[in-house]
């Protein structure tokens, strides 16, 4: 079945600076891929998404791009804030019926 | 426009014990999901409804766990017996359904802790 695998589990970042969050898939036909964000005992939230038909999507400092052939995607913060501090989780699904595979998540941690 | 309601938040109990969490989705929403979500892993699909229908269980402990989803509107979740590694936050989330873009609204979660 589908398995997402997702890299670095901790990145710690001066505030500022740029973040990077990888994700790898291992199925060729999912097309759809979501980044939920999680702060500290919240619920997960979308953050930004991203079909199979587009490299690259962007929604003011954050970003995620695609690479179909590899089938990895990535996510991109530009800028990072205190509040970008959280876990964040990328997932894939195929189809439509929403049945997201979830990578293990990523603690961002945005020093001052 | 209100969000997805789950409850209770907080429940603990013994091992081998049951328990019960509700969730009312955001209405009109088709699509509910109940996921367990263990303290620093990604969440992990239990259960899928489409309306009333089951649309993925696959991964639902159906010894110990059930779920269901009445009239296509709220759902319950329920562990019986209670095991030590079912310590868990459980996430109900919604969405609009097929052809929707995709996103998930989640509630705040039920923290169980089994003792």
């Known amino acids: 079945g589908e398995n997402v695998e997702q890299h670095p589990s901790t990145l710690s970042v001066q505030e500022g600076d740029s973040a990077v969050i990888k994700c790898t898939y291992s199925?060729?036909?999912?097309?759809?891929f979501p980044w939920y964000k999680q702060e500290l005992g919240k619920r997960p939230q979308l953050i930004i998404d991203i079909r199979s038909n587009v490299g690259e999507k962007k929604d003011q400092r954050i970003a995620v791009t695609l690479n179909k052939t590899a089938k990895h995607f990535s996510l991109h913060i530009t800028e990072t804030q205190p509040e970008d501090s959280a876990v964040y989780f990328c997932a894939a699904s195929k189809g439509s019926n929403y049945q997201l595979i979830w990578g293990a998540g990523t603690k961002l941690i945005i020093k001052p | 426009e209100a969000g997805v309601a789950q409850s209770p938040r907080y429940k603990i109990i013994e091992k081998r014990q049951s328990v019960a969490f509700w969730c009312n989705p955001i209405s009109g929403h088709a699509t509910l999901y109940w996921y367990q979500q263990i303290l620093g892993q990604g969440p992990k699909l239990l259960i899928q409804f489409q309306n009333n229908g089951v649309v993925d269980d696959s991964q639902l402990p159906k010894d110990r766990f059930s779920a269901e989803r009445l009239k296509g509107v709220d759902s319950t979740l329920k562990i019986q017996p209670a095991k030590l590694e079912d310590s868990a936050v459980y996430l109900c989330a919604s969405s609009p359904g097929t052809g929707n873009t995709g996103e998930l609204f989640f509630g705040e979660g039920s923290r169980l802790t089994v003792l």
């Open positions: 199925d060729s036909a999912s097309n759809y």
